[in-house]
């Protein structure tokens, strides 16, 4: 079986004034993606405490952020990216809905975002073959 390519996902460079917001959302999701997962769980779930469910355009525009001021969350890295755009929308006041998700042919393992139903930057082809194994949504 061989590795599944991963095409480098690319978009603009934030402006220069949310740029330390992107870096400290891309430092701190770095240790977190490295808990375990209940720790992780436990501590987002902290995070998004008292803010409200993010929108498509939120949830769009931190992806972007992140994916456009670091080439290395472009790439596979789909826990750290993930866990980062989730955090720059709870630093808006919102939150998107975080998940994991495993699929079993082949098996692979990944992690996105979710505002108003849809799947962020992801291929609705492909995500719908993911079973969900966590999610982290706000709490009403």
């Known amino acids: ?8 996902q690319k978009a603009a460079a934030p402006p220069w004034r949310l740029r ?3 870096l400290v959302a891309i430092a701190l999701a770095w240790p977190l993606a490295r808990c375990a ?19 498509a355009k939120e949830a769009e525009n931190a992806r972007s952020a992140i994916v456009g001021l670091s080439v290395r969350h472009g790439g596979p890295r789909c826990l750290e990216r993930s866990i980062a755009i989730a955090l720059m929308c709870r630093v ?8 994991t998700g495993v699929s079993t042919h082949p098996f692979e393992a990944h992690a996105w975002v979710e505002a108003e139903g849809e799947a962020i930057g992801e291929d609705p082809d492909e995500i719908v073959h993911f079973f969900i ?6 709490r009403p």
């Open 1 to 8: 079986m061989s590795p599944k390519m991963v095409a480098l």
């Open 133 to 138: 194994t966590m999610r982290v949504s706000v």
């Open 92 to 99: 808006a006041g919102s939150w998107p809905d975080w998940c």
């Open 20 to 22: 330390p917001v992107v």
């Open 37 to 55: 997962p209940y720790r992780l769980r436990a501590v987002l779930q902290f995070v998004s405490r008292g803010a409200r469910a993010a929108t």
